[in-house]
């Protein structure tokens, strides 16, 4: 089966820089996705990581390293706008279907 | 302009009532899903169907029962609702080759009383 570890919460102050981690445990691995989802709202698709390495997406980046089975999610200038829920994800082949398995989630709380 | 959308958006009914909720997306994806978001925001699939067809039933009660007349309406009936039924119900939409990449509707919140 997969397990997906995340922080359960992190707090950061307007204009810094934040790293939100997540360790998987997989018996197949493709890639790690992040999503982001504000309260009341629904889950966005973030980034996907298939290789090792660092993705950026303007104030948005994600790593990855396949043989930790480590990857974080690092948010720069931070904003207010930017306190949500963070889940990273893995793919889980259960026979010949794919699905999604989500991580607990990590609640940013950005402060002025 | 709406990619993923879901009916209704609130639901408050009494216990051992049937209810439904209905989901279209106009994405031109051939996947769509069902999860279910508890109170601790863990997010779990419940069902998949690609091009109609069931691909993914993940041990949930049968009192839940999928319906996809096309590739891009996934409906989700439940009957004889429960307590522990209160979630948030959302439904998703992926290309069959991009499970990782979902595009989820707004969700619909459903408190049983």
């Known amino acids: 089966g997969q397990s997906l570890e995340q922080p359960s919460e992190v707090t950061a102050v307007e204009g810094a820089i934040v790293q939100i981690n997540c360790t998987y445990q997989?018996?197949?691995?493709?890639?790690l996705s992040w999503y982001q989802q504000h309260d009341g709202g629904a889950p966005t698709f973030l980034s996907y990581?298939?290789?090792?390495g660092l993705e950026e997406t303007g104030r948005f980046s994600s790593f990855l390293s396949r043989s930790d089975s480590y990857g974080y999610l690092l948010l720069q200038e931070l904003q207010m706008k930017d306190s949500a829920s963070y889940f990273c994800a893995v793919r889980d082949r259960g026979g010949a279907t794919n699905k999604l398995i989500f991580g607990t989630g990590t609640l940013l709380a950005v402060q002025p | 302009d709406t990619a993923v959308s879901q009916t209704p958006k609130y639901l408050v009914t009494q216990m051992g009532n049937d209810k439904s909720i209905k989901c279209e997306q106009n994405?031109?994806?051939?996947?769509m899903y069902w999860y279910k978001q508890d109170s601790k925001k863990f997010l779990k699939i419940m069902f998949s169907y690609n091009n109609k067809e069931l691909i993914i039933n993940e041990t949930v009660p049968n009192r839940f029962s999928p319906k996809s007349p096309d590739k891009a309406h996934l409906n989700l009936h439940i009957n004889s609702l429960e307590l522990g039924d209160s979630a948030v119900y959302f439904c998703?939409?992926?290309?069959?080759?991009?499970?990782?990449?979902?595009?989820f509707g707004p969700g619909t919140r459903l408190t049983v009383l």
């Open positions: 998703a939409s992926s290309q069959v080759d991009s499970t990782d990449t979902q595009y």
């Open positions: 997989t018996s197949g691995f493709y890639g």
């Open positions: 990581n298939a290789l090792d």
């Open positions: 994405l031109g994806h051939d996947t």
